[in-house]
């Protein structure tokens, strides 16, 4: 068994996320760098997800949110969560559990070979009519591939998903093909009343490297080369946190584990205080 406390993990964690103000993000290329390394990351802290967050690492602290919007660091976390998928630097948006992620670009492959597409275009027939998509991702999946990338404003009216009443349908079809890698955000519009919206795109128009990558890449490949990524990133964590996370069936998850602990990449007698049954990276384990 390997026995950590507490604080050694936060510690730890501290300086891998950057919540300490000797390590903070200053510039955009840094701040891509730090996503770059941790692999996965939400824009602010999430309670539910051990994640870090981009938020935390421009503050150097877990700072908590202002009250205002006028403020330096806040300021930067929204610009750079739009100018670096702009760039086509980094993947953000709801690919976990329906909330915001920036996804590492050398990770992406991994996360799209589990996602049940083939890398066609017309992935998503199968998927609507053994009832797996709904009518609205349908709709709004049709609309780009007709029409090429749209900013949110127009992508409702053609997937005819405009007007008030329609909006939760369009936020649930929109979340729905992203956490299927259906679509991606592109950019930013002022196409909108309030001169700020999303810009959509198919995710296979997109990044055609990502999807010819994943087609070399197995499923037990994939699923192992995410869990060590992550355990690299925080140190440890319950299965519980990892099902949690990934929304993967219970089989994968505990057949991975079993392949790492196996080859020795992980440990999966780790405790932290009081809480046992951890598993950990074990080139991070005393």
């Known amino acids: 068994m390997v026995q950590l406390s507490p604080e050694e993990l936060q510690a730890w964690r501290n300086e891998k996320y950057r ?15 730090f996503l770059n390394d941790v692999g996965l990351a939400a824009l602010f802290t999430a309670p539910d997800m051990e994640l870090p967050s981009l938020w935390a690492a421009i503050c ?47 990770l992406a492959p991994h996360f799209y070979a589990l996602s049940g597409n083939f890398g066609e275009l017309d992935d998503y027939l ?16 049709e609309a780009l591939l007709a029409h090429g990338a749209l900013p949110t404003s127009h ?13 939760p349908r369009f936020d649930r079809a929109i979340a729905e093909l992203q956490m299927g ?18 810009v959509y795109d198919l995710f296979i128009r997109q990044f055609p490297d990502v999807v010819a990558q994943s087609r070399l890449i197995s499923e037990n490949q994939a699923a192992d080369a995410i869990l060590t990524r992550y355990l ?24 991975s584990l079993e392949r790492l602990a196996r080859s020795g990449v992980v440990r999966t007698d780790v405790r932290v205080g009081e809480e046992g049954d951890l598993v950990g990276l074990a080139s991070l384990l005393p």
């Not at 992508?155 to 909006?167: I, N, W, Y």
């Not at 890698?181 to 999303?198: L, M, P, Q, T």
């Not at 690299?232 to 057949?255: I, K």
């Open 19 to 33: 919540r300490l103000p000797r390590l903070r993000v200053r510039t955009e290329d840094e701040a891509l760098a």
């Open 60 to 106: 150097g602290s877990e700072r908590p949110m202002p009250e205002h919007h006028d403020d330096y660091e806040l300021g930067l976390t929204w610009e750079w969560k739009d100018t670096l998928p702009a760039r086509k630097a980094i993947l953000y948006g709801k690919f976990l559990r329906k909330k915001p992620v920036f996804i590492a670009l050398d």
């Open 126 to 141: 199968q998927e609507y009519e053994e009832g797996r998509l709904s009518e609205e991702a349908r709709r709004v999946y």
């Open 155 to 167: 992508l409702r009216r053609e997937a005819r998903l405009a007007g008030k009443d329609s909006a």
């Open 181 to 198: 890698f259906k679509i991606v955000k592109v950019g930013i519009s002022d196409a909108n009343r309030w001169g700020y919206c999303y």
């Open 232 to 255: 690299a990133t925080v140190r440890v964590a319950s299965p519980v946190q990892l099902q949690r996370l990934f929304g993967w069936e219970r089989w994968r998850l505990e057949r």
